[in-house]
């Protein structure tokens, strides 16, 4: 459904883009962020499922920073190889894609931009909205975002955690509530990845409750 395209950040660097488009004007556009494994198969899907929602979606390869073409899948093996791409790519930079990415959505005049990410692509999901501001941020189980706790974000913004998530302390969670009351955080019968249904972690009813949500969220804020 989709296509590659070349974007490029404010630093010079240039980094791939997978675009997918409604089959009609678009209701807005979503900025689709990566997991550590990559623009992976799993990943545009999801991009290409906002697509037949009526939304224009760009999804960019961050780790283009440290290795181009990454993709891995969910073993053990492919796990460390992005936990180990991740530590090569800079918060910083990659924030600069992420404003790349949202500048080439309003470029097309596809109408209000929301973000949405999962696992470190749902703490980029975060920083997308405290350091470039879009209309709208979706963050799924976002391990990071408590360690940026003390930003403030310039849009509206949901989270969704699974409450038997190793990687998440649930103490982190309640941190974010308290500092961030506004913010609509729900909590899932689920582990990690509960939205993937590459992976073990799938929780079918969870992740169609959080999309539910979701949807909701962005015909609120984006169209």
Not at 109 to 127: D, E, P, Q, R
Not at 170 to 184: C, F, G, N
Request: aromatic share 10%; net charge negative; with cysteine.
């Amino acid at each position: 459904m989709g296509e590659f395209i070349t974007l490029t950040a404010a630093d010079g660097h240039k980094f791939d883009c997978y675009k997918a488009d409604p089959a009609g004007a678009p209701k807005g556009g979503l900025v689709v962020i990566q997991e550590i494994f990559g623009v992976n198969s799993h990943v545009r899907e999801v991009a290409d499922g906002f697509a037949k929602d009526g939304y224009a979606v760009l999804a960019p390869a961050l780790f283009d920073r440290a290795e181009k073409n990454f993709e891995v899948g969910y073993k053990p093996e492919d796990i460390a190889k992005g936990r180990d791409t991740r530590a090569k790519v800079p918060w910083d930079d990659a924030v600069k894609d992420v404003a790349a990415t949202v500048a080439a959505l309003k470029a097309a005049k596809v109408g209000k931009i929301g973000s949405v990410g999962y696992c470190w692509g749902g703490s980029m999901s975060w920083l997308a909205a405290t350091r470039v501001g879009v209309d709208a941020s979706v963050c799924y189980y976002g391990g990071q975002i408590a360690m940026y706790n003390g930003e403030t974000p310039k849009n509206p913004v949901m989270m969704h955690f699974g409450e038997n998530d190793h990687g998440i302390p649930m103490a982190d969670v309640e941190k974010i509530r308290a500092a961030h009351p506004d913010a609509e955080v729900f909590l899932y019968p689920a582990g990690h990845g509960f939205n993937c249904d590459h992976r073990g972690d799938f929780h079918p009813d969870s992740a169609k409750q959080a999309r539910s949500r979701t949807l909701a969220f962005f015909a609120k804020h984006v169209g």
